[in-house]
């Protein structure tokens, strides 16, 4: 498992080097570096001195990165963007001074840590964003294999309807559509002889209807199943 904290650095003499290089380009140094001067040239290091080495190592390489982001402040002036106040402050000290060298340094460890929590923020909303594009995507696929779902299922229910219906009128050969072309026939040709001749009357009904009592039965009862199902 990996630990947290800082990384482990493991000291070797190209280390002292490049401290020592490092502290030469510096027109001020702070006081844990003026302490490694004075052993920079020893040939081996107790172990605080160790530690001092490696807290300078860490404070080069946290400086660099303050030059890197005030060059990048620096371009920004080219730019049309506007500058922050804290931007503006770090454009204002004068490097050659050993206050504001410093001053510039404070102020630029300031701007990376809010750089980096703005960086994390925006960071953390993009995630949530996606995170609920990415719900929602779901969700709307899950309604849409629901609707699927049903759609089939109601079609399942349909087609198993008609089936009952073509094998009480004894049409089961027929295709579904020429059946339901044929229903549809005989319902007009119904409709036509009622209004013609006045089927509907008592005169007529009753002997009409002992020709298909029994069909007439099931599939008054098959309809009212097929309300009352579930699967629909």
Known sequence: MKKRGRPQIELNYYDIEKLTGFMSSLD????QQERFKTISEQMSFNEDEQKLIKSNLREMSAHQ????????IKFKTKTTQSLTDLEKEILSYDMSKRDDFFNCHKALNTYIRLEK?????????DQKV???RIQKV??????????????NRNKYFIGASVAR?????GQEKETDLDFLKWLSI???MWRGADKEYGLTTDKYIE??????????????????????????
């Open 207 to 232: 002997p009409i209807q002992s020709h298909f009592s029994q069909e007439l039965k099931e599939i008054v009862e098959f309809i009212e199943q097929a309300k009352n199902d579930q699967r629909q």
């Open 165 to 169: 219906i073509k094998q009480i009128f």
């Open 65 to 72: 990165k303050r030059i890197e982001t005030l060059e990048i």
């Open 186 to 188: 005989a319902g007009f």
């Open 130 to 132: 996606r995170s609920e």
């Open 138 to 151: 779901r969700q709307e696929q899950t309604e849409a294999q629901k609707q699927r779902t049903a759609e």
């Open 28 to 31: 001020f140094l702070t006081k």
């Open 117 to 125: 929590i703005t960086h994390n923020e925006i960071k953390r909303i």
